[in-house]
């Protein structure tokens, strides 16, 4: 078994912040830019879609993906190759799986950073929610790094939330 290399919460977010920019310019084909990290959880951001996997290992938490309806369509559309009006027509569910996919990538590279790193853990399946005006709480003792990034002219969150075993 390899030694693993100590990660501290700048290796956390490294990690994250690289997994949403690959993704990003993978799947959407689209480039992406870090506007800031977020100082406070609560704040509103409009976000109507919220994409979660979770990861187990020697660091357990959550990555979330946040964004708006028009952003979900949007990156649907890039993904599959779809106007904005085949997406619509497609309805509800072609969405909700290219944002599961779009999540569940994001954890991917997320994770074979922490495996590269000696920290081994495995993904669980990506959960999708839509509403108005969703918010994330922190599971007890976990630590949060949330991040906004802007993708073609739309806001993407990355939230994530991680507790050293």
Sequence with gaps: MSQSTPIDVAVIEESIVNAVRNVCDRMIRT???LKRKMVDPAE???LQMLGTVGFVGSINGNVILGLSDDF???ATGKILGMSRGEV???GPDVV???IGEITNMTAGGF???LCDLGHPCKLSLPSIVRGNRLRVSTPQGAS???FEFECAGHRLVAD????FD
Excluded: C, P, W, Y
């Design 111 to 113: 994770k074979n950073r």
């Design 72 to 74: 979900a369509v949007f």
């Design 96 to 98: 909700k799986d290219a």
């Design 144 to 146: 949060r790094s949330i």
């Design 44 to 46: 509103e951001l409009g």
């Design 31 to 33: 480039e992406v830019a």
């Design 88 to 90: 619509e027509v497609h």
């Design 160 to 163: 994530i939330q991680f507790k």
